[in-house]
């Protein structure tokens, strides 16, 4: 059975704070994913319509690689133009307290003559 000592190991620094809140990334940070995801697709574009000429005797998977050359560019465009989600919030109407409940002046058996 360990026996607890008055003395505490020093507690480690973590180089980042921890996030408590649920804050989105910054513009400029989504703005550099988006263009890393960008240069990531093209790169694999260039990639397929290489292995395309490299393979121009394989007919079938040369057709594969000109798709992809074909078709990557515009995926690229798409996903870099695409924003994170937005967080769904949920819409909250306005529910009177219990007390404080009104009256509908039309059901009202009290009339006012002046």
């Known amino acids: ?25 910054s513009q400029t940070d989504q703005h550099a994913a988006r263009k890393r995801r960008y240069a990531i697709t ?7 319509l290489i292995l395309a000429a490299v393979f121009y005797k394989v007919v079938w998977l040369m057709i594969i690689f000109v798709i992809l050359g074909t078709v990557l560019p ?11 989600p937005k967080k ?16 509908n002046p039309s059901r009202s058996s009290r009339i006012i003559d002046v």
Not at 3 to 12: E, F, I, L, T
Request: charged share 25%.
């Open 1 to 25: 059975m360990p026996v607890a000592s008055s003395q505490q190991s020093p507690r480690s620094r973590r180089p980042e704070p921890v996030v408590i809140t649920e804050a989105q990334p």
């Open 42 to 48: 093209m790169l694999t574009r260039t990639i397929a």
């Open 74 to 84: 515009w995926v690229a465009v798409m996903m870099a133009n695409d924003r994170p």
């Open 88 to 103: 769904k919030t949920e819409m909250r109407g306005y529910t009177p307290p219990p007390d404080r409940v009104l009256e």
